[in-house]
């Protein structure tokens, strides 16, 4: 079967913040590319449903604001396609 993905995912290891709903959750980022991103919860995810919408912040060079939608949910995985950006510096 061909890889139908529309963006190249680069790995990476990012300490983030899930904010869902009035609720901050840690995680990490595992995979990133232009279109979303698959994070990873010490746990197991938080109760989230495919289709509901989210933030993702990271921090680095500049504070990072990830409008995002939930893609797919597993045990300890969520992926999130992004709806958009903003940048704090």
């Known amino acids: 079967m061909a890889n139908q993905r529309l963006h190249i995912r680069l790995e990476c ?3 983030c913040h899930l904010h869902l ?5 840690p995680a990490r980022t595992e995979n990133i590319s ?19 919408n989210c933030r993702l912040l990271m921090s680095g060079l500049n504070d990072c604001e ?18 958009g950006l903003h940048i704090t510096t």
């Open 21 to 25: 709903r009035d609720s901050f959750y």
């Open 66 to 83: 990830y409008l995002c939608e939930i893609a797919r949910v597993e045990t300890v995985h969520v992926a999130l396609r992004f709806m």
């Open 34 to 52: 232009l279109g979303g991103v698959l994070v990873r919860f010490d746990g197991s995810s938080p109760g989230v449903q495919i289709g509901e």
């Open 13 to 15: 290891n990012e300490h």
